[in-house]
């Protein structure tokens, strides 16, 4: 199947194509006919397969784009807000429609003036109820979606989403969209669904997503070791830290800083605004290591998360399956790796089993494989890199004088001091600095460098640490690592005892 099979209008196919979208996902394939011929619609599947184009595409298709708010969706989180709402805006844009976020903690006017002007809204229930009720606003909306219904009913919500819905107009298209199927959502889709169809993904078809998931058993005293340790020794991509509280979260980041690594800390507690901005920064790769609670994380979705840690195992196995699912995004695969002390196997098992997933056991990596493993990626980086003309001509003049070893340990000492001080790439050194440099290099005698100015050196082994932990050099170019094959995929949800929710 293709999406030319939907025989979509001209400005959204663009829009797919554009969003480099190839063939349907399971539950868009399913989903969008029903859609376009108007059925109310539950569709049920697990994060990361796509639900959002599943609602967006086909609401989209139908909208006539000139009559104020056409489609309401709305989402539990912020977070998701911002997310869905740039989704839609990319399929939407192309036919000149416009997109407005509505969420608590912002401004009341901007976000009504937005209002007024968009044709598609997302909003948290919280301050869409409010600005109904106060009739701030009034919408009349042909098509409205709930998305991520179970965790809306987690966050206590309930209440809200019936009196939102008592201010729509009864003539509708409304979905409604849910990992898992409480009672409670039933009985609430009665209430605002008519005959509906309904659209179940199962785990089986999850094809396109693999999450490998391990644990690791260590002292409480050791957690902090054990994980900079896996993360010098996975070397992630982009990663996420899940912690269980907020406390945690600032502890965590600090201590992490101070041990050298870039980091960004996300909870509940931090302003709009700067929760924006580190989202982005993480989704623009300026910070490579999230350190999140449940509640910030939820429904994040930047694509290329290659590992989840979790500091601590989570409470209950709904928010477990949630945290994963941060990792192994849009086909690629991911590593979920789960700290836990002896005492906590138990919470192992039942998530295991509630989930329908096997954690697979593995042993803290000791000092020498962290140091081999490293040694092996920067082999194969230098086999990877390509030597510049000017490096090379450089090498051949200093020849004449020195040693090839002494050669190779002064350039990198000295080139590496070029490009912390002056920023500078060898490669992009013009000939006079070349020349430059090799009058450094023949005059140098080795071991009289004082540190040179080489700023916070990120490569220096970490006293006190029993089981050494040794250089972590942690070079400028990361890619690569991570992704291992897979074991086994996601899984369903299972028991669900939302904890303490932060709500919007
Ligand atoms: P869900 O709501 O089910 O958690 P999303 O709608 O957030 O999933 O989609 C997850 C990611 O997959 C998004 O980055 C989205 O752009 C991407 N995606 C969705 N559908 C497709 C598709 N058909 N082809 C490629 N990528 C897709
Ligand atoms: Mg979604």
Excluded at 237 to 245: G, L, V, Y
Excluded at 361 to 387: C, F, W
Excluded at 418 to 435: C, P, R
Excluded at 459 to 488: F, I, L, T
Aim: glycine share 10%.
């Amino acid at each position: 199947m293709t999406f030319s099979d939907f025989n979509f209008k001209e400005t959204l196919n663009q829009a797919i194509s554009d969003a480099g979208f190839k063939e349907p996902s399971p539950v868009q394939a399913d989903a969008i006919p029903l859609i376009l011929e108007g059925h109310d619609l539950i569709g049920q599947a697990q994060t990361g397969t796509g639900k959002t184009a599943a609602f967006g595409l086909p609401i989209i298709q139908q909208m006539s784009g000139n009559k104020g708010v056409e489609a309401l969706v709305i989402v539990p989180t912020r977070e998701l807000a911002m997310q869905v709402s740039d989704e839609l805006f990319r399929f939407g844009k192309t036919a000149g429609l416009k997109t407005a976020t509505v969420y608590g903690g912002t401004a009341y006017n901007k976000q009504i003036d937005r209002i007024n002007q968009a044709n598609i809204i997302v909003a948290t229930p919280g301050r869409l109820q409010d600005l109904l009720k106060s009739n701030r606003i009034t919408i009349n909306p042909s098509f409205v979606v709930l998305d991520e219904a179970d965790e809306m009913l987690d966050m206590g919500f309930l209440e809200e989403i019936k009196n939102i819905f008592t201010y729509l107009p009864a003539e509708r298209q409304t979905l409604m969209f849910s990992a898992t199927m409480p009672k409670q959502i039933k009985i609430l889709a009665e209430k605002i669904l008519k005959s509906p169809k309904s659209v179940t993904i199962t785990k089986s078809e999850r094809t396109n997503t693999d999450i490998t998931q391990l644990f690791y058993v260590v002292a409480d005293y050791e957690r902090d070791d054990a994980l900079l340790r896996l993360i010098d020794y996975k070397n992630p991509n982009k990663c996420i830290i899940f912690c269980r509280m907020k406390k945690e979260v600032d502890r965590l980041s600090s201590y992490m800083t101070a041990q050298g690594f870039k980091v960004a800390a996300l909870h509940g507690d931090m302003e709009q605004k700067q929760r924006e901005h580190t989202i982005r920064s993480f989704k623009q790769g300026l910070v490579e290591i999230f350190i999140a609670t449940d509640v910030a994380a939820r429904g994040l979705d930047v694509n290329d998360v290659s590992h989840v840690f979790n500091y601590h195992i989570p409470f209950d196995s709904e928010s477990y399956v949630h945290r994963i699912g941060r990792t192994g995004r849009a086909g690629n695969k991911g590593e979920a790796i789960t700290l836990v002390s002896p005492n906590e196997l138990r919470t192992i098992k039942r998530i295991e089993k509630d989930v329908g997933t096997v954690m697979v056991s593995e042993v803290i990596p000791t000092r020498q494989e962290v140091q081999s493993r490293k040694d092996g990626d920067l082999l194969s980086k230098i086999a990877n890199t390509k030597v510049s003309t000017s490096a090379k001509e450089m090498v051949k003049t200093l020849q004449h004088d020195l040693d090839i070893v002494t050669i190779a340990h002064l350039l990198a000492t000295i080139v590496q001091e070029e490009i912390d001080v002056k920023g500078k790439d060898i490669i992009g050194l013009g000939s006079e600095e070349v020349k430059a440099l090799i009058e450094r290099a023949k005059n140098w005698k080795g071991g009289d460098r004082n540190g040179g100015g080489r700023g916070r050196s990120r490569n220096r082994s970490r006293g006190g640490d029993r089981r050494g932990g040794g250089g972590r050099g942690r070079d400028g170019d990361r890619r690569g690592g991570g992704n291992r094959e897979s074991r086994n995929g996601g899984g369903n949800r299972g028991s669900r005892n939302g904890g303490n929710r932060n709500r919007d």
